[in-house]
């Protein structure tokens, strides 16, 4: 199939022409239904295509189904990053802990307000921050933590408040992967200060690009809002809807950072199925466990006790000494062989720009660094046909079996 598709390995958004073949399983494929289609096509009919009454029911249901007092619907899961950080009054010099284990959106966002970010390793039994490592790294300017809920499996929150309320720190969880994540029985999205939520493409819930902050704090929420769009006193919806024109004032210089209704009609009808589809990611991860437990890799962290997992992200780890290929050459005859694979993630601090700004030593995170050399994510969509998942199995035997010299490479010729 030839076309102008978003698709890239990483999982980072590259807009190019690229030729799908027949066969390709693609790496976290939105699942979009009819309900979502025919809602976009009423909101264009509608005339109101940005920020309105769509966003607005999008929130309202958001923080029904996290139970947090308010949810503000943006653009991004960094827009949302960036905008708690500047909510919590974080700036220049101050020092932002967080996990080298994540995309780049979370440190990133630590730059842009003036900060710097402090990472402390991960705990290899989750692959979330090490809550013991963390009082080690506080100092006078710390100000937040940012846990991530890597892959969907919630960070041990309680561990973190208890240090944060020692020192006084705010917790702004990077909860990109954790719609439906639960911590002691409540949703990650109502605890402590603030969390957000991603909804690009390859995420549980899709809008295509979009993101969603939940707090409880009521005066954030006010100055998130109007930080979101513009720095306006008045959201276009204020403006423009049947109820008359206001003026509008800048008090304060803000970003362009506002979920459209467009994105909130896909949003909407995602959101409603998303318990029953989180029903199928946990029958394709048993099934996935069931068959890679007798192959030689690592199979994901279980799930710790008291939490719900999102399951946004099933990581095997491949290690050359185990598996008798390395994790890049197994990605590649996967991808020869038609399986979209990710990398959650190379640690930050191996990146250029951190390595370098920050002089870190590849070592300095062993753990992170140890999953960053061996992680690879497979396909887990609710898209993938029960056939789809037996091929991935198969096709991550047959490459193992071949690695450890048991069998030859079967004739892809007609599958790649
Ligand atoms: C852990 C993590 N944080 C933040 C983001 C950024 O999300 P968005 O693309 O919605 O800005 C991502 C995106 O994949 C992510 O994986």
Redesign the pocket.
């Known amino acids: 199939m030839n076309g102008f598709l978003n698709y890239s390995q990483s999982?980072l958004?590259s807009t190019c022409e690229v030729v799908i073949k027949k066969d390709h399983i693609i790496f976290g494929s939105p699942n979009i239904d009819q309900e979502e289609i025919d809602e976009v096509v009423e909101c264009l009919k509608s005339g109101w295509l940005s920020t309105g009454p769509r966003v607005k029911k999008f929130e309202k249901a958001f923080s029904e189904y996290t139970g947090a007092k308010h949810a503000l619907a943006v653009n991004?899961?960094?827009?949302?990053?960036h905008l708690g950080l500047l909510a919590a009054g974080v700036g220049h010099g101050d020092e932002v802990i967080t996990t080298p284990l994540?995309?780049g959106?979370?440190a990133n966002v630590i730059v842009h307000v003036g900060a710097i970010p402090i990472f402390v390793d991960v705990d290899s039994k989750n692959m979330n921050i090490d809550p013991d490592q963390i009082e080690a790294a506080i100092t006078p300017r710390t100000k937040a933590i940012i846990p991530?809920h890597?892959a969907g499996h919630p960070c041990d929150l309680d561990a973190i408040i208890k240090i944060a309320e020692k020192h006084d720190l705010w917790v702004l969880s990077?909860a990109?992967?954790a719609v439906e994540s639960r911590y002691k029985g409540k949703h990650v999205g109502s605890i402590k200060h603030l969390a957000?939520f991603?909804?690009?493409v390859?995420?549980n819930l899709v809008t295509g690009?979009?993101?969603m902050i939940t707090t409880n704090i009521d005066f954030w929420t006010e100055k998130i809002k109007i930080l979101a769009l513009h720095g306006l006193n008045q959201g276009a919806w204020d403006r423009y809807s049947d109820e008359g024109f206001k003026h509008y004032q800048v008090i304060l210089p803000g970003f362009k950072y506002n979920m459209m209704d467009m994105q909130a009609a896909l949003g909407l009808h995602q959101l409603k199925k998303i318990e029953t589809r989180l029903k199928r990611r946990e029958a394709i991860w048993a099934r996935y466990d069931e068959a890679f437990a007798k192959m030689p890799c690592t199979l994901p962290p279980r799930p710790g006790p008291n939490v719900r997992h999102a399951r946004h992200l099933y990581t095997l780890l491949i290690d050359e000494e185990d598996a008798g290929i390395n994790r890049q050459d197994f990605q590649n005859e996967l991808h020869k062989r038609g399986i979209g694979t990710g990398i959650?993630?190379i640690s930050l601090h191996l990146h250029p720009y951190y390595r370098n700004r920050f002089n870190f030593k590849s070592d300095q995170f062993p753990a992170s660094k140890f999953i960053s050399d061996r992680t690879i994510s497979l396909p887990l969509s609710t898209k993938l046909t029960d056939s789809e998942v037996e091929r991935v199995i198969q096709t991550v035997g047959s490459i193992l079996r071949v690695a450890a010299g048991t069998a030859r490479f079967p004739d892809v010729s007609n599958v790649a």
């Open positions: 999982g958004l991004s899961c960094t827009a949302g990053l994540t995309f959106a979370t991530v890597f990077d990109a992967h957000v991603s909804f690009y390859t995420k690009e979009g993101g959650h993630f």
